[in-house]
């Protein structure tokens, strides 16, 4: 029987107490773990050990955490989740333009951390739908949802073909390849999620709601900023004029005139 080994973290924190407290929870939960004091290290790190996640803080010296997630995203779609305890939607906006999946704010419970954790985790299996045991693990994931949630629509049902084309858009959900007239465009995992969902149900809107539960597996009461962002870098890997924003709900693929 094969077992899957456990995902090997990179935590890059500054501040040795946090750094610390944090490296030793996350080996309790069963994570092995690597550490670095600063970006420059954290870079000398992620090139080392090849890690499976990067936990970032955003404030670090020498390279802070936005700079170092920009140099890392120009060589791996790693999942990249930062810390801040700074919740300035600049900060925030910053950190998520830079390439990261998504953030936590400090101070967190080590449970909460973890859950966060695994759901990124779960976005590398690139799959159009949550798995079936999402019901169990998305509960984990969710931190501040109240104890009702409106009404979604259902998630689409994938059509039997392999390859959706959306002129001169191509997206294979076999090889879960992506091009745009004929050239291979690399999404990171959350952002193809994403993609996949929109071109599920081409013309049909998604609301932001929707989209952060079906693609982040959060439920009502999550910062909707992260998926702003998110189509924002995904307009800009595949064309500006494709995901049309419609106010007050959401998003939709354009069909082709």
Not at 31 to 51: Q, R, S
Not at 161 to 185: C, N, P, Q, W, Y
Not at 235 to 250: H, L, M, P, W, Y
Request: charged residues 25%; contains cysteine; proline residues 7%.
């Amino acid at each position: 029987m094969t077992t899957t080994p456990t995902p090997h973290i990179l935590l890059v924190e500054d501040d040795e107490v946090i750094r610390e407290a944090t490296r030793m929870a996350l080996e309790r939960y069963g994570f092995p773990v690597t550490t670095a004091a600063d970006g420059l290290e954290g870079l000398e790190a992620f090139h080392a050990v090849n890690p499976d996640l990067l936990l970032l803080d955003v404030m670090l010296p020498l390279l802070d955490g936005v700079g170092l997630c920009r140099r890392i995203r120009e060589e791996s779609q790693l999942p990249i989740l930062m810390m801040s305890a700074r919740t300035d939607p600049v900060d925030v906006v910053s950190g998520l333009e830079a390439g990261a999946d998504d953030y936590v704010v400090k101070p967190f419970e080590s449970a909460v951390l973890v859950a966060r954790i695994r759901t990124v985790l779960r976005r590398v299996r690139v799959v159009p739908a949550p798995p079936a045991s999402a019901a169990v693990e998305a509960a984990e994931a969710v931190v501040t949802a109240p104890a009702f949630a409106p009404a979604t629509v259902a998630p689409a049902t994938l059509a039997p073909a392999t390859v959706r084309s959306f002129d001169g858009l191509e997206v294979d959900t076999d090889s879960m390849e992506v091009r745009v007239h004929g050239r291979l465009v690399p999404l990171t995992p959350t952002e193809l999620r994403l993609l996949l969902e929109l071109t599920a149900s081409p013309g049909i809107v998604l609301e932001r709601t929707t989209l952060l539960e079906r693609v982040w597996d959060y439920e009502w009461g999550a910062d909707t900023r992260v998926v702003d962002v998110h189509v924002q870098r995904l307009r800009a890997k595949i064309g500006s004029d494709r995901i049309e924003t419609v106010r007050g709900f959401g998003y939709k693929l354009r069909r082709p005139a």
